[in-house]
């Protein structure tokens, strides 16, 4: 099963429900749907309201983030993964480098990653590189580190997708080597196996994915899907890059 998630970040209000409506009506008859997922992730706002409307459809709504406590607090502002649930989230982001570099450390992250399974939400745990490190030759090393000090064994892999954002590519345009984007996948799978023993839970690629590159990917078998960001605001193209996938 591939996955394509779209991640809308800071944008959407309730009309803009009229995009995923136009996708959907694509997914339905697409001759190729048996082969994959859509998961949308709107901001908290949406989330309600669209996980109603799509409730018998075929899209799946889920939190681009949520707070590191179960179920109430008395933290300003925050979102307990019960209370995504309770509004019809299925998925939940953990670990996106926007919200690592606003503070989420490993810590943080393994109580979410905990607290969203606690709470029956599939969690797409994000990793991957800055710039300086790929540089220095770290690329492995940090995400080596970035997904054993988070993942446990512990952890139902069945609700665990992992998605690999190198940072220097989200948003610029820029893509990894098709030799280094492989090399990377796989180092990340065979850990991914030492953690869950044996089997690896799905590996998904995002970065400046879009209806243009989308076919470069097909030749890494171990991607299991995308975790795309600009290119979902747009119903156009977030099917071009379903389409020239699957061409
Ligand atoms: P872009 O597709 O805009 O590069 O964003 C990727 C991303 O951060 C998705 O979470």
């Known amino acids: 099963m591939k996955y394509f998630i779209g991640n809308w ?3 959407g209000i309730p009309k803009s429900i009229n995009i995923l409506n136009k996708i959907n009506s694509f997914y339905t008859k697409d ?10 992730t709107p901001p908290y706002t949406l989330i309600q309201s669209y996980s109603r409307y799509f409730k018998k459809k075929k899209i799946n709504i889920g939190s681009q983030n949520c707070y590191q406590k179960d179920k109430f607090s008395s933290n300003t502002a925050a979102v307990s993964p019960y209370m995504l649930r309770t509004v019809g989230a299925k998925y939940t982001l953990v670990g996106h480098s926007d919200n690592r570099s606003e503070g989420d450390n490993d810590t943080i992250l393994k109580n979410k990653v905990e607290l969203a399974l606690r709470n029956k939400l599939k969690v797409v745990f994000c990793i991957g590189e800055n710039k300086i490190q790929k540089r220095n030759k770290k690329t492995l090393s940090v995400l080596k580190r970035q997904l054993t000090k988070v993942l446990d064994k512990k952890f139902n892999k069945n609700n665990i997708i992992v998605a690999y954002e190198p940072i220097w590519s989200i ?5 990894p080597k098709l030799n280094e984007l492989n090399k990377t996948v796989l180092h ?8 869950f023993r044996k089997k690896s839970p799905p590996l998904l690629y995002g970065g400046s994915v879009d209806g243009k ?10 991607i299991d899907g995308f975790l795309i960001g600009g290119a979902s ?3 156009k193209k977030f099917i071009d890059i379903i389409k020239n996938y699957y061409r």
Do not use: H, P, Q
């Open 31 to 40: 001759k190729n749907r048996s082969k994959y997922k859509v998961v949308f």
């Open 213 to 222: 590159n989308a076919g470069i990917f097909k030749e890494i078998k171990e």
């Open 233 to 235: 605001k747009s119903s």
């Open 188 to 195: 990340i799978k065979k850990i991914l196996k030492k953690i």
């Open 171 to 175: 948003g610029t345009g820029k893509i």
């Open 9 to 11: 970040k800071m944008f």
